[in-house]
Each structure stands twice: as C-alpha cells, then as structure tokens.
T-cell receptor
Framework: AQSVTQLDSQVPVFEEAPVELRCNYS??????LFWYVQYPNQGLQLLLKYLSGSTLVKGINGFEAEFNKSQTSFHLRKPSVHISDTAEYFC???????????FGAGTRLFVKA | DSGVTQTPKHLITATGQRVTLRCSPR?????VYWYQQSLDQGLQFLIHYYNGEERAKGNILERFSAQQFPDLHSELNLSSLELGDSALYFC????????????FGAGSRLTVL
C-alpha cells in the first residue's frame, strides 16, 4: 500500500519569494509521483509528474520538483511565486500499474502582496 | 473545461435518502476514478473502473456503489445518506497507461441535511 504525507497544511509567503512545499511518501513497490493544483471551486489539475529518469522534474507555471529516493520525498519548489499561485497543492503517488492514485492531505499556499 | 463532465454540480438531500452522481470521462479515456473530498478527511480514493470492470477499491463504504457502463460513463450511487456523507465528489478519467495522469471533473457537491 502507498501513503503520502504533506508536511505543511498551510504555507503563507510573500509575492516574488521562493517557496517549497514538502511531500514524503511510503510504498513497498515502485511508484510514480505527481503534484496537482486545485484552484477554488475547481477540480484538480496536473502540475508535474515523475515517472523515471532525471530526478528533477519541471512542470507548468514555473514549478519544479525533485525526487529523492533515499529520503522518499518529492518536494515542490518555485523560485518566485505570484499572487495567482494561491491555491491548494496535492502530492500524489500511484502504483506503476495505474490502479489507484493516493493523494496527500494538501497544502494551502497563500501568496501575499 | 477538462473534458470530464460531472452532474449534478450541486445536490441537497436529506438523511436516509439515495442519490446518483454521474460522470462522463474525457473522450478516449477508458478509466474512471471516484474520489470524495471533505474538510476532515481530505481527498479519499473510492473506486476505479476500467472499460466497465472494477480495477481497484479504496475507502468506499458498503452504502456506496458504482458502475461503469458500455458507453464508459460512470455512476456513483450513495444510499442511506448520513450527515457525514456531505462532501465534494470528484470523478477523474485517464487513458490507463503506466503514466497514469488523471483528468478531473469539476465535482459534485453533496449536502445532506
């Protein structure tokens, strides 16, 4: 079975500052890792995914994430945030067969002017 | 518009009642996943169907059931509703490849009074 822990429930940050949203996972099998974003009153959208290969993954809107197998982490980063990045961010893990995708509890990013 | 259609958008009903939520997947996607999102439990995986067959089950209550029809649309049936069933129910679809990226609908908000 897989599980995902997002270490911060809320992250307030000033506009143009860097941000890191932390995610740890556990699994007894190989997994794929994802970050999704949910804007108010909308469904989730994919930000980026790690399947294999380079451990640094780049996604949309300037976000990137680094897969660290030894620490079982997949932290999301952005060097300079905008007001429009205010949203809830979900880390997710999927078995490689694609049968189920498990989501973390979410991190609410609040970007202040 | 993600291409995943969920109806109804909002539903208000009473305890003990039964409701049906409907999902039409994105064109070409054979897999449908159901999730429940509530404030206290986050985004919980309920069930996954692929081309009409159940593929994985998560934390789905016995009072809940789902199916996927030959035209690939899916329905989630919730019966003997309780106050705690009030939540946002999301449907997601995918092509069900190894890189299992989910495309989410906008959700159905269920309120049980």
């Amino acid at each position: 079975a897989q599980s995902v822990t997002q270490l911060d429930s809320q992250v307030p940050v000033f506009e143009e500052a860097p941000v890191e949203l932390r995610c740890n996972y556990s699994s007894s099998v190989s997994v794929y890792l994802f970050w999704y974003v949910q804007y108010p009153n909308q469904g989730l959208q994919l930000l980026l995914k790690y399947l294999s290969g380079s451990t640094l993954v780049k996604g949309i809107n300037g976000f990137e994430a680094e897969f660290n197998k030894s620490q079982t982490s997949f932290h999301l980063r952005k060097p300079s945030v905008h007001i429009s990045d205010t949203a809830e961010y979900f880390c997710a893990v999927s078995d490689t067969g694609g049968f189920k995708t498990i989501f973390g509890a979410g991190t609410r990013l609040f970007v202040k002017a | 518009d993600s291409g995943v259609t969920q109806t109804p958008k909002h539903l208000i009903t009473a305890t003990g009642q039964r409701v049906t939520l409907r999902c039409s997947p994105r064109s070409g996607d054979l897999s449908v996943y159901w999730y429940q999102q509530s404030l206290d439990q986050g985004l919980q995986f309920l069930i996954h169907y692929y081309n009409g067959e159940e593929r994985a089950k998560g934390n789905i209550l016995e009072r809940f059931s789902a199916q996927q029809f030959p035209d690939l649309h899916s329905e989630l049936n919730l019966s003997s509703l309780e106050l705690g069933d009030s939540a946002l129910y999301f449907c997601a679809s995918s092509v069900f490849s190894g890189a299992n990226v989910l495309t989410f609908g906008a959700g159905s908000r269920l309120t049980v009074l």
